[in-house]
């Protein structure tokens, strides 16, 4: 079990990866990427029960996890480098041509670790139940997880899916909304308000958890604690506070970050917060 | 080759005093293709263990209900939510299940385009696509449900493979073929009892055309409920002096193009026939493919950019041009096109 120094470690070498590959292509997402850093090193670094070095499409007897909101693919490949699916020179590929690491995550060139593409918004959580389905066929007691964005919430197959998965007592997923408040067009406040989403999961029936995705300690103790909630009939959703931005203080607090890429200058000032820790690609 | 003047309403009385007993094909029942489909996935359920089936609250409209009573554990009542449906099927064949959804044409395409585009497709998902009462042939329902352009909508998506078989036998063996063939799939059926007179056990090999009928002068490309039309015109057709060579097109994609280029090269003129909008649909494949590699004189049987309306199927099918004198009407104006084209 890794210390929590050494997750907060790597979360600031993945948040390097983060900027430095948006910026060498200028484009890409890093708001949401930096904002869910966390939550993903906590997952493939100490929760999940993954196969890195033999990544296979079934992933039977492995815990899975499904990224909905497939534009913050910075930090989804990143983490995915680090953790010993590909080689960590590839991130330098991101976005180019001929790469496997395309704009949207997909599982057309063969990326270990991908299992479903995403970038159209909406669609994860109703795979994720499915992939939770078929374990719960093959008598496999893993976990799967997924992440959505709030914004993403707007889309009306995320509530047939969450109507689903209640309906159907799918307890061997957990969920995670990042809730970072923001969309495109401005705050979800103002763009769609969202209302009281503690209260619309509860009733649809789901066991709602909540947690500071920006706090390393509180991300691992919460994800442990969702783990010991699966199996009793009910799906587990964890809301996850969390900034866009999250450790590049000029991009905090704002959707301007959103699908914006640093300058040269602004790279140079992102990357003096951000410490390399155990060595850039 | 004799070449009448049309007279379109005296084939019409002609097909219908008929009994076409000299036909080639004969029949002993009507049946409903979705009916084959119900009977395919339940052989499947006993022989494919990874077989799993969902539908979205149209469990007796799909003939899903036998598989859902003899296996309940691998099928999955949805409820009315399409896009989930898609997704829980892609999401299903991660752990090597083999997921058939079932639902109408209509939701089983248009309403959840981007969710097959997305998880299914692009994704390289094993998911088959079963749908039901395509067509005008869905009868009073109306145009709402009649969907007229989900071929051309599955074909365009790369990758997809798109069947529409001919009647009952047909359907029931596409459904088993596609287990085993590994890729997604949009499988094609419909809600009218028709005749039934393809073999029974008969093996189904996916992209590969049927020759049901040789002939010099014409070739008639046909899809789904409009092959027994083709056949039905054979005999009207030869009564005028005109040998027509009859080619089921059951899989639209990929399309069986050394099939239509030998049969064009004999007959030197096409007529298609779908139960589809001329858009996006079989003559559409086909005029793309001779236009390429053969461009000859082609005139398709098919519905005009239209919607459809409330009737009963035999109504429509007549009213939208999609029945057997139309394909005879087709047959004599490309047949006059070809010898304009010869004489030129």
Not at chain 1, 178 to 193: A, H, M, P, R, Y
Not at chain 1, 256 to 272: D, I, R, S
Not at chain 2, 242 to 254: C, L, R, Y
């Amino acid at each position: 079990m890794p210390e929590i120094k050494d997750l907060e470690n790597i979360c600031k070498q993945v948040r390097r990866d983060i900027v430095r590959m948006v910026h060498a292509v200028n484009s890409g997402h890093p708001g949401g990427s930096l904002g869910c850093t966390d939550f993903l090193v906590a997952l493939y670094f100490d929760i999940m029960k993954h196969n890195p070095a033999k990544f296979s499409m079934d992933g039977i007897g492995e815990d899975l996890f499904f990224l909905s909101n497939g534009h913050i693919s910075p930090v989804f490949y990143s983490v995915l480098a680090r953790s010993g699916y590909f080689d960590i020179k590839e991130l330098s590929t991101f976005r180019k041509i001929n790469s496997r690491l395309q704009g949207h995550p997909t599982t057309h060139d063969g990326l270990p670790g991908v299992r479903i593409a995403s970038g159209s918004l909406g669609q994860g959580l109703s795979v994720a139940l499915g992939a939770a389905l078929a374990k719960k066929l093959n008598k496999d007691d893993r976990i799967v997880y997924s992440l959505h964005g709030d914004g993403e919430l707007d889309e009306g197959q995320i509530w047939e899916a969450v109507l689903y998965a209640a309906a159907k007592k799918v307890d061997n997923i957990i969920s995670t909304v990042d809730v970072n408040g923001q969309q495109i067009d401005g705050s979800t406040e103002n763009v769609l308000s969202l209302g009281n989403l503690r209260a619309k999961w509860e009733a649809f029936g789901w066991d709602v958890l909540e947690m500071n995705g920006a706090i390393m300690s509180h991300v691992v103790d919460t994800l442990r604690k969702a783990k010991t909630h699966t199996g009793k009939g009910k799906p587990v959703v964890i809301l996850m506070k969390t900034e866009m931005g999250q450790g590049v203080d000029f991009m905090m607090g704002s959707h301007k970050w959103h699908g914006v890429a640093p300058n040269n200058e602004q790279l140079a000032q992102a990357l003096g917060q951000l410490t390399e820790t155990i060595g850039d690609y | 080759m004799l070449l009448l003047q049309s007279d379109f309403k005296k084939t019409q009385q002609y097909l219908n005093a008929s009994t076409l007993q000299h036909m080639k094909f004969t029949y002993t029942e009507k049946k409903d293709t979705r009916s084959g489909f119900g009977a395919g996935l339940l052989e499947l359920g006993k022989t494919h263990p990874n077989v799993v089936a969902l539908c979205a609250d149209l469990t007796g409209s799909l003939k899903m209900d036998a598989f859902q009573k003899e296996f309940p554990d691998r099928f999955f009542q949805v409820g009315i939510a399409e896009a989930n449906m898609i997704g829980l099927a892609a999401g299903l064949t991660i752990g090597g299940k083999i997921p058939f959804t079932g639902t109408f044409a209509n939701f089983s395409t248009g309403r959840v385009y981007d969710q097959i585009r997305q998880s299914v497709a692009y994704s390289g998902k094993n998911v088959k696509i079963c749908a039901s009462h395509a067509g005008l042939s869905l009868g009073e329902d109306g145009a709402t449900h009649q969907i007229l352009e989900d071929l051309g909508l599955m074909k365009m998506i790369p990758h997809m493979t798109v069947i529409n078989p001919c009647d009952y036998n047909q359907t029931k063996a596409a459904t088993l073929a596609i287990a085993d063939f590994h890729g997604p799939v949009y499988l094609r059926f419909g809600r009218p009892v028709v005749p039934n007179f393809t073999p029974a056990n008969q093996v189904f090999v996916i992209g590969k055309a049927v020759l049901l009928q040789e002939g010099s002068d014409v070739s008639i490309f046909a899809t789904g409920h409009l092959v027994w039309q083709a056949l039905e015109a054979v005999e009207a057709l030869a009564a005028k002096g005109i040998s027509a060579e009859i080619i089921n097109i059951h899989t639209i994609k990929p399309l069986d193009e050394a099939a239509v280029l030998a049969s064009v090269a004999k007959t030197g003129c096409v007529v298609t026939a779908e139960e589809h909008q001329m858009n996006g649909g079989l003559g559409d494949s086909i005029a793309q493919l001779l236009a390429r590699k053969k461009p000859l004189p082609l005139e398709m049987v098919a519905v005009k950019d239209s919607f459809g309306e409330s009737g009963t199927p035999e109504q429509l099918m007549t009213k939208y041009g999609l029945d057997a004198a139309h394909i005879v009407l087709a047959v004599e104006n490309v047949l006059r096109r070809k010898m304009s084209h010869v004489n030129s």
